[in-house]
């Protein structure tokens, strides 16, 4: 006896899905303005969008203890290795106090040629990341042990994090953790939505996303209203006070 596909898999103990309710379980992210009043209601669904895939990652951005290789082509005597000081700048021979953090690679190079043009007639030059300072990365909310981690790989996960301070607890809603994540200079912080569970079982490894220097991983507790709880709370303390916003780029 014919059959249809929905009629079988209800024979078979299962119920068929449609596109909107396994879409429902896509990865979300939200963008939020970093000044939201706390009793602003907004529509969180207005600005859901992909947590950003390996494609589509923004470039690194150097930090304060980044090592850098200042490497010219034709005038090797120019050659010079700095570290990015506290301030976030960093001097060599001929550039002194430039801003390096908040930059990428790309962007400081462009800076040393605009400077090294006034000494030299052709400055080829490169900077090369030599090495990255540690990341460090809090963790928030219902985890066995909250708090900021310190880590030396620049590939850390969300389940790493979260494994490295304890674990969820039960009272966690793992269908929704939050990953609040600054703007460089002038740009709005983000905030993105993961789903723990799915990461964790296998059922959707991109929800496993990569983590940046000074994010803020928040486990929220079960119940729609506490994840608005915390994301009221957590967004006004960090992500308007982050480190650089407000700076200007020479």
Same mark, same amino acid.
């Given at each position: ?13 299962? %119920? ?13 992210? /939200? #963008? $939020? !303005?970093?000044?939201? +009043? ?14 950003? %895939? ?13 090592? /850098? #290789? $200042? !490497?010219?082509?034709? +005038? ?175």
């Amino acid at each position: 006896m014919d059959m249809t596909n929905d009629t079988a898999l209800e024979d078979m103990g299962g %119920t068929a899905k449609s596109e909107t309710q396994i879409s429902e379980h896509k990865p979300k992210f /939200l #963008q $939020v !303005k970093p000044n939201i +009043n706390a009793s602003e209601s907004f529509d969180v669904e207005k600005y859901i969008r992909p947590i950003p %895939t390996i494609e589509t990652l923004p470039p690194y951005r150097l930090q304060v203890g980044d090592v /850098l #290789q $200042v !490497k010219f082509l034709l +005038n090797s005597e120019f050659n010079e290795e700095v570290v990015i000081r506290p301030d976030g700048m960093i001097s060599t021979l001929i550039a002194q106090d430039i801003q390096a953090y908040g930059r990428t690679a790309a962007e400081l190079q462009e800076k040393l040629i605009d400077i090294y043009e006034g000494e030299l007639s052709d400055p080829r030059l490169a900077v090369i990341v030599k090495s990255f300072s540690p990341m460090r990365i809090s963790v928030l909310g219902e985890v066995g042990s909250p708090g900021e981690m310190v880590a030396v790989d620049p590939n850390v996960t969300l389940l790493q994090a979260i494994a490295r301070a304890g674990g969820v607890l039960a009272s966690a809603n793992t269908d929704k953790v939050l990953v609040l994540r600054r703007g460089a200079y002038g740009q709005e912080g983000i905030v993105f939505e993961a789903d723990y569970k799915a990461a964790i079982t296998g059922r959707d490894p991109s929800q496993n996303m990569r983590l940046t220097s000074h994010d803020v991983v928040i486990v929220p507790r079960s119940g729609i209203a506490n994840v608005y709880h915390y994301y009221r709370q957590f967004i006004q303390q960090f992500l308007p006070s982050s480190f650089g916003l407000g700076y200007e780029l020479d």
